[in-house]
């Protein structure tokens, strides 16, 4: 197995060190990555100009873009042998609920489904992270029984995972996302008034058991199947009698 690695934290990052450690043990690791951090970055790719990518060792490349553009590229003719799998992460921090829309590590994930590979996002659900190494754990754990997993042709997994030792992870459950409160507000730079930041992630809102701030919470893996289709199919009836009777 071939499996291609891409995060948003940048290729120097603990996670993604990790991460393509403990999957160099059952199978080869290419790992495309930003060469600097670039969390957030959802899924845009860089159109308005060419991109480089940097070899910095064997099987290793940076290039100054987002994780979607890595992914994209990889695939898309810059690495030459066939990919079998995308994994991205082990991202700084969760991955939860809300959280998904902007991540740049789901976006990578999403891309590599997108281009028609398996593919799978991880966090470690903690702003210390401690435990890089549970999460590579988990990471292998999964990876070497994906060809065993029931999933859909356009499903995605988003894997988050408790910042404790190996020994303390109670056990693995399918999930749904949960949702965050709205977001703070932006913080008014206190040296320029002229600038602003934006403010922290909203609370926990929706929590409840079958959630994977449920399970993280309590010590559990998270794992939820995502998909590309955002479509809300039981409102396309109500959509449509609206719009029918708008005179135009």
């Known amino acids: 197995m071939r499996i291609l690695i891409s995060n948003d934290d940048g290729y120097q990052a603990d996670?993604?060190?990790?991460?393509?450690?403990s999957l160099s043990e059952i199978a080869e690791v290419i790992v495309v990555a930003p060469s600097e951090n670039k969390s957030a970055s959802s899924s845009s790719l860089t159109i308005g100009k060419p991109l480089k990518p940097i070899q910095i060792e064997n099987n290793v490349y940076a290039i100054n873009a987002t994780p979607s553009d890595c992914v994209h590229l990889a695939?898309?003719?810059?690495?030459k042998e066939p990919i079998d799998l995308v994994v991205t992460g082990i991202n700084f921090g969760a991955n939860l609920?809300?959280?998904v829309i902007y991540s740049g590590t789901v976006a990578?994930?999403?891309?590599?489904?997108?281009?028609?590979l398996p593919s799978i996002a991880l966090s470690l659900a903690s702003w210390e992270c401690n435990h890089f190494d549970t999460a590579g754990n988990i990471a292998k754990i999964l990876v070497d029984r994906i060809d065993k997993a029931p999933l859909s042709y356009n499903t995605i997994i988003n894997v988050n995972v408790p910042d404790v030792p190996m020994?303390?992870?109670l056990g693995i459950k399918s999930t749904r996302l949960g949702s965050r409160h709205k977001s703070a507000p932006s913080i008014q730079d206190s040296k320029d008034?002229?600038?602003?930041?934006?403010?922290?992630?909203?609370?926990?809102?929706?929590?409840?058991k079958g959630t994977d701030f449920h399970a993280i919470s309590n010590n559990y893996v998270s794992v939820t199947p995502l998909q590309?289709?955002?479509?809300?199919?039981?409102?396309?009836?109500?959509l449509s009698n609206w719009l029918e009777n708008i005179n135009y």
């Open 108 to 116: 990578g994930a999403i891309e590599g489904r997108f281009l028609g």
């Open 75 to 79: 695939l898309c003719g810059f690495i």
């Open 167 to 169: 020994n303390e992870i």
């Open 15 to 21: 996670g993604i060190i990790q991460l393509a450690k």
């Open 228 to 238: 590309i289709d955002q479509t809300k199919y039981s409102e396309v009836n109500q």
């Open 97 to 99: 609920g809300d959280d």
């Open 193 to 208: 008034p002229s600038l602003y930041w934006i403010g922290e992630n909203g609370k926990e809102a929706d929590n409840g």
